[in-house]
């Protein structure tokens, strides 16, 4: 017999996913990521897969559940930081974003 608890729990757990799925696909859209279909997805599989697990009768180790539930972000925020970013070669004597950085669009310039 499924408990009422189980099911808030799986509901809780269902409109988390599609939740975080929603929010990398805006995302991936409003920086124009590649397919954010396809980011959207991939985020969305591997939170889903991870809620099946832990809702399954299976013994699964909670430390294998986390590593699914940010493999999928992860992967994604990756790819935005490429996007982001570019190939640029990287200045090993400034930081990102550093008063020495040329490389920001959004630097002030004093006229």
């Known amino acids: 017999m499924v408990s009422l608890q189980g099911i808030a729990v ?6 988390a996913v599609l939740g ?6 805006r995302d991936a859209a409003q920086n124009e990521v590649s397919r954010p279909i396809l980011w959207a997805g991939v985020v969305g599989v591997a939170w889903g897969s991870a809620l ?6 299976l013994a699964v180790p909670i430390p294998g559940l986390l590593v699914m539930v940010v ?6 925020l990756f790819e935005r930081d490429d996007v ?10 400034s930081l990102p974003g550093g008063p020495g950085d040329d490389s920001s669009s959004d630097q002030r310039t004093d006229e």
């Open 52 to 57: 099946g697990l832990y809702l399954s009768p």
């Open 20 to 25: 975080c799925a929603g929010v990398v696909y």
């Open 84 to 93: 982001t970013h570019g190939d640029e070669p990287a200045d090993p004597f």
């Open 71 to 76: 493999g999928g972000p992860a992967l994604y």
């Open 10 to 15: 799986a509901l809780v757990g269902v409109a």
